[in-house]
């Protein structure tokens, strides 16, 4: 009787150790079951490459069914000139704007760059990325 318990013991034990690794070899896509968030996200860099992959996580947030504003400071606002010289970078924020995306830009950052008529952004002030922060559950710094 102790033999046929330990026997079926080391069976289900080796049993178990390969299905583990055949899930290990051979993970099966799932998907992911959430409940939509809301995002913020701050881009302060005026690096192509940087605001473009912040861009394209905001439109795969959105997609996800997400809610996403975008504050650009700093240096940040400076993605509105950006968007006229880079195509990708323009096809991300213009597929944002068309999702209904909110872009804010610090007016104090605009104003020192001499940038009157941002066309991406919206004039916004420290109160406004102050409610950003406070709106939304998880928030992003680029």
């Not at 690794?21 to 995002?39: G, L, R, V």
């Not at 610090?106 to 952004?121: A, H, W, Y």
Request: net charge negative; hydrophobic share 40%; charged share 20%.
């Amino acid at each position: 009787m102790k033999k046929t318990i330990f026997s079926l013991t080391i069976v289900l034990l080796m049993l178990s150790g390969s299905i583990s690794a055949q899930e290990q070899f051979n993970p099966q896509p799932q998907k992911q079951k959430h409940s939509p968030t809301s995002i913020g996200m701050v881009i302060y860099s005026n690096d192509v490459e940087t605001t473009w992959n912040a861009f394209r996580l905001a439109n795969h947030s959105v997609n996800q069914g997400d809610t996403v504003q975008v504050f650009l400071l700093a240096k940040g606002v400076e993605v509105d000139n950006l968007v006229k010289e880079n195509k990708d970078l323009e096809e991300q924020v213009d597929a944002f704007l068309e999702k209904g995306g909110e872009i804010q830009g610090c007016g104090t950052c605009l104003q020192s760059r001499n940038m009157d008529g941002p066309q991406i952004c919206t004039f916004s002030s420290m109160a406004d990325l102050y409610a950003l922060v406070r709106k939304n559950k998880i928030v992003l710094t680029f």
